[in-house]
């Protein structure tokens, strides 16, 4: 890479961690370091809330998922804006209001201690993985663009974020995330002006090649429990994953409480309600258009450089005679493509030009899949092509300068990202663990103390996931795969805290029960889409919990 492109990454990075440290002042108390005090606007706690989700791997997974699935996948946000409005009537000025460090303190409020420290443990050990996670795209990024080991990278990014929010608390964190959403909106339209500026077709030339490739189909109508991403499993199951996500999981809980008041707690996620689906589907659009780019300039037949270089090294004949096939392909594939995006202008049978591109395409697709299978069969690898599209792309193909910023804007994305997590895992981890069982008598000065010490644990955590994650696949999937394995059951335990008859036994068998039959349908009916997993938590802790609270079983308390 150019060095003034690393002169970018340097100068922004340097530049966020200077200000986090600046903007620290004020968090020598326990409630200036969980909370800032209440004392952030609502826009600041808006742009951190949607910050928080847009991460390196919205970056980096969603672009390839657009460019290999098309904008499909945004119906898994079809639910939000509804999510949203619930959470403002419901939870938000409860939480808001009711003095509490974390959304789990008042499950012990409204039923026990063990109801409580069982939530928090599920919290603590789904959002550790995540955070895994989302070091590990950008650690996928250094690893295989730059040469550097992947243990090497994950470190790089995850030992600076550690120390980074272990000074600054989650009011440094939240600024942070403010810069993020910044750089991350201005690279992605300086990415599409620049895709769109090169292509030799225009851009409605362009939406019509993908278009008939069924990349611009964002609507699913068919009730399918099998297939991941419909109207329906958006509308029902991504509204109990949002809910469950924004309103029960700490690490979003803890920003809306760090808002002045709760109206302005309200605010802060309506700004998310309005603007996180047209932001996702921006996202989208440019994997989509990447993908239309890639019909009329040569793309690798890998994108993951590492297995590239490994299968031209020990299967060095095969893969010279599927790239030999895959180059004559592709000419005549964009020869299609030409025709049919100019078919209409030059009154052409567009039907007929579209079937042949398909056709070309389905070739392409059949090249690249043994090319795929290769690379597995050499490496021993899953081939996580899909995570190197956008990497490639950037680095071969966008001019000096802008690859700096793109980069920049994914290493700020994770650390700031991280850090949110790494800040909420702390809060819980202290809060109802340590003062709650372990020392509930304590000033300031030792909480912090030990606030930064588990920081520095879920850093380490989140860092050994990370090598693991990476060999997942979709790293976008991978991240909401991990908390709809959780996330429905901590909500129905919520909803029951808003039923007047439920009781503690019940809430906590009921969640108990929740997590079983998620496991149950995960690994005994693994068809069935991670989505729905949501809704089957949900209800299965509700229903449990009211049937033995009706049996009389715990006792009520209010």
């Not at 004020?26 to 847009?54: I, R």
């Not at 619930?86 to 008042?106: C, D, Q």
């Not at 309005?274 to 690798?300: A, H, S, T």
């Not at 089957?536 to 049937?547: L, S």
Request: include cysteine; glycine fraction near 10%.
């Amino acid at each position: 890479m150019h060095w003034i492109n690393w002169l970018i990454v340097g100068a922004y990075l340097a530049y966020v961690l200077v200000d986090g440290i600046r903007k620290s002042r004020g968090t020598d108390t326990v409630e200036g370091y969980f909370l800032a005090s209440k004392s952030l606007s609502w826009w600041v706690v808006g742009l951190s809330v949607m910050a928080t989700q847009l991460s390196a791997i919205t970056m980096i997974g969603t672009p390839g998922q657009g460019a290999t699935d098309g904008i499909r996948f945004i119906q898994f946000y079809f639910g939000l804006p509804l999510a949203m409005v619930i959470l403002g009537v419901t939870l938000v000025p409860f939480l808001h209001g009711s003095g509490v460090y974390t959304a789990y303190e008042y499950l012990e409020r409204r039923f026990d201690a063990k109801t409580r420290s069982l939530t928090a443990f599920l919290f603590l050990l789904s959002r550790g993985m995540s955070a895994g996670t989302i070091i590990a795209a950008p650690g996928v990024v250094l690893s295989a663009m730059f040469g550097f080991p992947l243990i090497w990278s994950v470190a790089l990014i995850g030992v600076p974020t550690v120390i980074y929010t272990m000074i600054g608390g989650v009011q440094a964190v939240a600024w942070a995330d403010v810069k993020q959403m910044v750089l991350i909106v201005v690279a992605l339209i300086a990415i599409m002006v620049v895709l769109l500026a090169q292509m030799p077709v225009n851009p409605d030339e362009a939406l019509r090649i993908a278009g008939a490739t069924g990349r611009l189909k964002a609507f699913d109508f068919s009730f399918d429990l099998n297939e991941t991403y419909t109207f329906w499993s958006g509308i029902i199951g991504g509204t109990f994953l949002m809910m469950s996500y924004f309103g029960t999981d700490q690490s979003q809980v803890q920003r809306y409480l760090t808002a002045k008041s709760v109206d302005e707690a309200r605010s802060s996620l309506l700004m998310s309600a309005y603007w996180k689906i047209p932001l996702q589907g921006l996202v989208l659009l440019v994997g989509v258009m990447i993908f239309v780019y890639y019909q009329f300039d040569r793309p690798p037949l890998l994108f993951n450089p590492a297995h590239e270089r490994a299968v031209a090294t020990a299967a060095a004949d095969v893969y010279q005679t599927l790239e030999a096939r895959y180059s004559q392909v592709f000419t005549l594939r964009e020869e299609a493509a030409l025709q049919v995006a100019n078919a209409e202008e030059a009154g052409a049978d567009a039907r007929a030009a579209m079937d042949a591109f398909l056709a070309r395409e389905a070739e392409i697709q059949a090249i690249r899949g043994e090319a795929l299978a290769l690379a597995e069969e050499v490496t021993g690898e899953p081939s996580r092509d899909v995570n190197y599209i956008v990497p490639r792309f950037v680095l071969s193909e966008l001019p000096i300068g802008l690859t700096g910023l793109f980069i920049a804007g994914v290493l700020a994305a994770a650390m700031s990202s991280i850090a949110a997590e790494l800040n909420s895992l702390a809060t819980t981890s202290v809060i109802d663990f340590y003062r709650r069982w372990i020392r509930p008598e304590g000033d300031d000065a030792h909480f912090l103390r030990v606030s930064k010490a588990a920081t520095a644990f879920w850093g380490i955590f989140a860092c050994v996931v990370a090598t693991y994650a990476a060999t997942l696949g979709s790293l976008i999937e991978v991240v909401n795969r991990f908390g709809s394995f959780f996330y429905g059951s901590i909500l129905g335990v919520f909803l029951l805290a808003m039923v007047p008859g439920a009781k503690g036994t019940g809430a906590f068998v009921g969640l108990l029960s929740g997590m079983g039959v998620v496991a149950a349908v995960t690994f005994g009916a693994p068809s069935v889409s991670f989505l729905w997993h949501n809704v089957i938590g949900a209800v299965t802790v509700v229903v449990v919990g009211m049937v033995l609270s009706a049996l009389g079983r715990g006792r009520a308390t209010q």
